[in-house]
């Protein structure tokens, strides 16, 4: 069973997001610092999965391929950069589908816990929305990492309000990464 796995949401953690979307590779920019976290945690041992709402898929913006094409492009940079994602989890319904993937729904990660045997007790959630930070409660994920990138300035505001904190708030992923570490004594500076 995987105990020291990551799942981080996509756009507004590893790279910039935009309110129209991220439909093609140029539209893709690794937000600073991004590429080196996923190096440090790939070095720890940390098994990395995204999980990410793209519902750009059924709003008929781009094809699955292109989604693909761009996952593609992202785990080959973050490899070049000595990072690792293990796999890559998608919801592509829009919220008026209703289905149990799109997050703050649980079904991205249970998919994952079931296909790679994942130990949800001691795995944390990265993420820059409130979605993020319930999907990992509602999932029974061990840890929660709200980030400040993206749109985690209101996120915190939404989360107070519903009374849910997550565990850590960090102003970027590299910053988490130093409290993940840290969290797990391993806070160690390697390049």
């Given at each position: 069973?995987?105990?020291?796995?990551?799942?981080?949401?996509?756009?507004?953690?590893?790279?910039?997001?935009?309110?129209?979307?991220?439909?093609?590779?140029?539209?893709?920019?690794?937000?600073?610092?991004?590429?080196?976290?996923?190096?440090?945690?790939?070095?720890?041992?940390?098994?990395?999965?995204?999980?990410?709402?793209?519902?750009?898929?059924?709003?008929?913006?781009?094809?699955?391929?292109?989604?693909?094409?761009?996952?593609?492009?992202?785990?080959?940079?973050?490899?070049?950069?000595?990072?690792?994602?293990?796999?890559?989890?998608?919801?592509?319904?829009?919220?008026?589908?209703?289905?149990?993937?799109?997050?703050?729904?649980?079904?991205?990660?249970?998919?994952?816990?079931?296909?790679?045997?994942?130990?949800?007790?001691?795995?944390?959630?990265?993420?820059?929305?409130?979605?993020?930070?319930?999907?990992?409660?509602?999932?029974?994920?061990?840890?929660?990492?709200?980030?400040?990138?993206?749109?985690?300035?209101?996120?915190?505001?939404?989360?107070?309000?519903?009374?849910?904190?997550?565990?850590?708030?960090?102003?970027?992923?590299?910053?988490?990464?130093?409290?993940?570490?840290?969290?797990h004594h391993l806070n160690k500076t390697t390049k």
């Amino acid at each position: 069973m995987l105990k020291k796995v990551l799942f981080l949401d996509r756009d507004g953690v590893i790279n910039t997001d935009s309110p129209d979307y991220i439909k093609s590779w140029s539209e893709f920019h690794f937000l600073p610092g991004s590429l080196e976290a996923l190096r440090r945690l790939t070095q720890h041992g940390f098994r990395l999965f995204i999980i990410t709402n793209q519902s750009v898929i059924n709003r008929q913006m781009i094809s699955v391929e292109t989604l693909e094409d761009i996952h593609d492009r992202m785990r080959a940079q973050i490899r070049l950069h000595g990072g690792k994602i293990h796999d890559v989890f998608y919801c592509p319904h829009t919220p008026d589908e209703q289905c149990d993937c799109r997050k703050p729904a649980p079904g991205l990660i249970k998919r994952a816990q079931q296909t790679h045997n994942i130990d949800l007790q001691s795995a944390g959630m990265i993420g820059d929305s409130a979605k993020d930070i319930e999907c990992a409660c509602n999932a029974a994920c061990g840890y929660s990492i709200l980030v400040q990138t993206g749109n985690g300035l209101a996120a915190s505001r939404t989360l107070r309000h519903k009374g849910i904190r997550p565990d850590h708030e960090a102003s970027t992923l590299y910053m988490a990464v130093e409290w993940i570490l840290a969290r797990h004594h391993l806070n160690k500076t390697t390049k």
